[in-house]
């Protein structure tokens, strides 16, 4: 099972190899080409310094290269008292061409990944402002998230989680905007800033979905497109009393959670889920709360179908259950780590879909 720094170390080494080798060639080209009988014309092959050293070296680096092959060349022809042939001064102007070329390139390499790294940092600020990191410990709660984009460069997507402290309890989200993209984006924006807003006030679940409900909806109406009437969002609403060892649950057509007690693993499936934020309205859902014992000790699981719809090779569906039988009794950064590390060796690192997870932990009931 390879892990993530592992992973990072081989990346690691392998950019430093690819930055390397244009140095490498030189002396190796010069070496074979004093060993090997002239008419080879080996030192035709320093060409290939300046033209690698475009990929990861600055413009002056890609530069300097290429007067080290130049001299290197020059070299070997006055060595060989090849300067009177016409092949001896093409070689050279060919490695002074390339170079050049290379500069070049080079420079607008640099450009672009300037570019991109301002792109990224934009995404960035904008993912913690929209996901923002959540508090290891919210009352009774310890809790730990996941997140991880199918994308590799991606830094911000559809999939979302929340929690708040309310007079009402811990109120907790996850969600999974269908699509991917802006659009997707945008709506679990809207999505979040509704529930920041109404999880404090709202006196119970139903009216909490029915809050979200009427901001996606307000908000596909505001903002029209062609696919407007598939910007809908699974999620799933959780409330956890201070003094109750209990949770509540309500599904807006979101994968059920796992609660990990006493050594077992049992889906908290939804006697009667809801459509998905944005269909309540065509639909006229109405809206199911159940309850479930959710004791000292206890964890829940949440996640988008980013995870329980993870392939292997051969196309199977990762088994989430099955995976996280052995972590009851686990805190919920080993939990969270396990589901990291299993979820992307299972996969192969190949995910289709974004994914994100939570882990609750209840430490205690509040007394009096």
């Keep these: 099972m390879t892990s993530l720094k592992e992973r990072a170390r081989t990346s690691g080494a392998a950019a430093v190899v690819v930055h390397l080798a244009p140095l490498a060639l030189i002396p190796l080209i010069t070496l074979l080409d004093l060993v090997n009988p002239t008419a080879l014309l080996l030192n035709r092959l320093f060409v290939a310094a300046p033209a690698l050293a475009a990929a990861s070296w600055n413009v002056i680096g890609t530069g300097l290269i290429g007067l080290a092959a130049l001299g290197a060349d020059v070299a070997l022809a006055l060595g060989y008292g090849l300067f009177d042939q016409r092949g001896s001064w093409l070689t050279l102007i060919v490695i002074a061409v390339v170079t050049l070329a290379a500069m070049y390139v080079s420079k607008v390499r640099q450009q672009r990944e300037r570019a ?29 998230a996941l997140y991880l984009a199918a994308a590799a460069r991606a ?22 905007v269908r699509g991917k993209g802006l659009p997707a984006v945008q709506v679990a924006a809207v999505l979040m800033g509704a529930f920041r807003e109404a999880a404090p006030e709202a006196p119970d679940l139903p009216t909490l979905a ?66 998905p934020l944005n269909l309540a309205v065509l639909l006229e859902a109405q809206y199911t709360v159940d309850v ?69 932990h209840r430490t205690a009931l509040k007394q009096g």
């Design 116 to 144: 991109l790294a301002d792109v990224l940092s934009v995404a960035e600020a904008a993912q913690q402002a929209l996901l923002r990191p959540l508090p290891r410990r919210l009352g009774p709660l310890r809790m730990e």
């Design 155 to 176: 830094r911000i997507g559809g999939d979302f989680y929340e929690a708040q402290y309310t007079p009402h309890g811990i109120r907790l989200l996850i969600g999974d």
């Design 210 to 275: 029915a809050r979200l409900e009427t901001s996606v909806h307000r908000f596909s109406l505001q903002v029209p497109a062609p696919d407007a009437e598939e910007r809908f969002a699974t999620a799933l609403f959780l409330e956890v009393p201070e003094d109750e060892s209990v949770v509540r649950t309500l599904s807006c057509g979101h994968p059920p959670p796992l609660l990990l007690s006493e050594g077992r693993v049992r889906v908290l499936e939804s006697s009667m889920p809801s459509p």
């Design 292 to 360: 479930s014992p959710f004791r000292p000790g206890d964890s829940l699981l949440l996640y988008t179908d980013g995870v329980s719809e993870g392939r292997d090779r051969a196309g199977d569906f990762y088994p989430l259950t099955e995976r996280v039988e052995g972590q009851c009794g686990t805190s919920p950064e080993a939990l969270i780590e396990h589901l990291r590390t299993d979820l992307l060796a299972y996969t192969a690192g190949t995910l289709d879909d974004d994914v994100a997870a939570l882990v609750v």
